[in-house]
């Protein structure tokens, strides 16, 4: 079983920038990816960016070359490096463990302000 530990997240104003951690425990081995998801109030949950445990990185069209996503030097960590925020980025952050099921972090609050 993989247990997943967010932090980061947190209130900016526009413009500024945020480094979320996401760092997964327990059955780690195989393949596998860590990602992040966002959600805004009464919109569906998205994906942001992730990782895969080749070091493979993929980012959203929506956030590339604003958001940066990089992994853990032992292959057991995601970090999300968001620069230029902006009110619209506003959600609670998500970070997914995949292998052969999902497992799902508790979420963290981006809030920016105009």
């Known amino acids: 079983q993989v247990q997943l530990s967010e932090s980061g997240g947190g209130l900016v104003q526009s413009g500024g920038s945020l480094n979320l951690s996401c760092v997964a425990s327990?059955?780690?081995?195989?393949?596998?990816?860590l990602s992040w998801y966002r959600q805004a109030p009464g919109q569906q949950r998205d994906f942001v960016a992730g990782?895969?445990?080749?070091?493979?990185?993929n980012i959203a069209s929506s956030v590339r070359g604003r958001f940066t996503v990089s992994g853990g030097n032992a292959k057991d960590a995601v970090f999300l490096q968001m620069n230029n925020l902006k009110p619209e980025d506003t959600a609670v952050y998500y970070c997914?463990?995949?292998?052969?099921?999902?497992?799902w972090g508790q979420g963290t609050q981006v809030t920016v302000s105009s």
């Open positions: 997914k463990h995949r292998d052969w099921r999902d497992t």
């Open positions: 327990g059955s780690l081995s195989g393949d596998y990816s």
């Open positions: 990782i895969t445990s080749f070091g493979t990185t």
